[in-house]
């Protein structure tokens, strides 16, 4: 009796049993479903903590932004005004300096400073102001643009001359002893002689330096005009050692008349020596204006009636007139 009323004691006793067991399952399945969630993998743990930290973060830096101190701002535009001053000053700067080296306005610096040698546009501009329009100027041919731009005036050679000839030609007449170079720019309807010299302020670029290329390009065309003879055991010279062709060439007077006048000894910075011709006058050319560095150097043919010696009376005959005017025509210089 005992056991059937403990085995079978009544229904409130088996419904018990049953509820409990099928609650435990229920809290089973409940804990096992909730495990992984409560328990998320180390990746999710990483992006659940990034989002909360830029949620967290976000708000706050955008109130530092908004929040910028006056003086930090103050400092920072000066900053950015400063650079951009900097950055103008450095384009300009390598603009003139880096970037473009222009041939007519010289510079240098010496323990005094800068010297600026403005002496092209100076004899640029006397051609200009006190020459006639049809007048032509000779020089070689380095020259040549520069002096039809800013002296508008016509040139026998430039800087775009082909033709070999006339380059020889001027050449030819540079190498040539005063009178000969006179007859020669005559022929060529010539009124001016420009020479640039830099033995005064040590300007290398001269036509001293130059001048041994007119006489190669010179005896190119014409014969008579030799390179040795304007060497001296193979040097070039323009001291006491120079050649008597080398002193008595239209170049070497035209760049040294006057020049001992400067220093009183006539010594060239360039070449590094006293010159050996100090004392001469030109006979077939006069000197019309020199730039105040006697950097550029510009001189006027003579004309005709002005070199024949003695004066021609008034009382002559038109027959002698003729007779000297036919003995003063043009002549062929290459012939």
Known sequence: MMALLLGNGSP??????????SSSKNEKTEKSEAAPKEKPSKKNRRKDKEVTESVSVKPKREKRLSVLP???????????????GFYVVHCVWAAAEAYSAPSIVLTSRSREGLHVFDDFREAYAWLSHNTDVD?????????????????????????????NTHIATVGTAMSSPEKAAWEIFDSLDVKYVLVVFG???????????????????????????????????????VDAQATPTMLNCLMYKLCYYR???????????????????????????EEVFTTHHWMV???????????????????????????????????????
């Open 12 to 21: 409130n006793g088996s419904s018990a049993s049953t509820v409990n067991t």
């Open 70 to 84: 006056l003086e930090a701002s103050i400092v920072c535009t000066l900053l950015l005004i400063a650079l951009g």
């Open 135 to 163: 007048d032509k100027v000779a020089s070689w041919w380095d020259y040549g643009y520069q002096t039809t731009a800013m002296a508008n005036r016509t040139v026998i050679v430039d800087n775009n001359t082909w033709n």
């Open 199 to 237: 033995g005064l302020v040590g300007y290398p670029s001269d036509d001293i330096n130059k001048f041994l290329w007119m006489v190669r390009i010179g005896g190119g065309e014409f014969p008579h005009i030799k390179e040795p003879d304007y060497l001296r055991d193979g040097q070039y010279r």
């Open 259 to 285: 020049f001992v006048e400067t220093d009183g000894k006539g010594f060239d910075r360039v070449r590094g020596y006293e010159i050996g011709k100090k004392h001469f006058k030109l006979t077939h050319f």
């Open 297 to 335: 150097r510009i001189y006027k043919l003579k004309p005709q009636k002005n070199r024949i010696r003695g004066k021609l009376k008034k009382s002559k005959s038109s027959s002698k007139t003729s007779s000297t005017l036919a003995a003063g025509r043009k002549k062929n210089p290459w012939q």
